[in-house]
């Protein structure tokens, strides 16, 4: 069965550096997310992309934070000056249409910011 | 917050029961989704109920929603060891799911 990718698994940085991280949704897919999970806490909606454009994204989703589908597979998060509090687990998420699918995940990508 | 909670937090029990899990939301959603996450993996879809759906079925699953109450349950029946997880609802309305705070299940053998 097609899965979400997501590269890399686990990421270090140093605060205040760029950190991009990646993902290879399914292929047929139209509708691209991000979220994020910090330890222990619930899963927060990040962004939507769907049509070479973000179509809904959260407060958290401040100037920081860029999305990215640069060719036809791979779509990108970064994050342009990371803080303390950015660490957390980055999940992307795919799906045929919008409403009425359900989202595939990833595995997420562990970021910790140093 | 536009979700609220689900409860319980946790919940233990022993292979061959069945488990019950609630979810309350605050907003109008065009469907409700059940997520399960294994420790360090990713969120997996379980099953998805429409707002105009009261109950669905899917193997050992049963979900029902009330949208009156703005709440719904997963039934998990006959559990399994490997059932054991944190299980999320989420509803879907615009263009996101907004999450609860889930339920983390533990079956043992």
């Known amino acids: 069965e097609p899965e979400v990718t997501q590269t890399p698994s686990h990421q270090v940085t140093q605060m205040g550096q760029e950190v991009i991280l990646r993902c290879v949704p399914i292929s047929n897919h139209l509708y691209f997310y991000w979220y994020r999970q910090i330890l222990g806490q619930k899963v927060e909606f990040l962004v939507s992309f769907y049509n070479n454009e973000i179509s809904e994204k959260s407060e958290i989703f401040d100037d920081q934070f860029s999305v990215e589908r640069p060719d036809g597979s791979n779509f990108t998060l970064k994050i342009r000056s990371t803080k303390l509090e950015d660490s957390a687990m980055y999940f992307c998420?795919?799906?045929?249409?919008?409403?009425?699918?359900?989202?595939?995940f990833g595995d997420g990508t562990r970021l910790s910011i140093l | 917050s536009q979700q609220g909670e689900e409860d319980p937090q946790a919940l233990s029990i022993q292979e061959g029961e069945n488990a019950t899990m609630n979810c309350s939301y605050k907003t109008s959603i065009n469907n409700l989704q059940w997520y399960r996450q294994n420790s360090g993996r990713g969120l997996v879809h379980l099953i998805l109920i429409r707002s105009n759906e009261r109950e669905k079925h899917s193997g050992r699953l049963r979900v029902t929603l009330d949208t009156s109450k703005k709440s719904s349950s997963l039934l998990i029946t006959a559990s399994r060891a490997a059932d054991t997880a944190s299980y999320f609802c989420a509803t879907f309305w615009t263009d996101k799911l907004i999450f609860g705070t889930g339920t983390r299940l533990q079956v043992f053998p």
């Open positions: 998420a795919s799906n045929k249409g919008a409403s009425n699918q359900p989202q595939h």
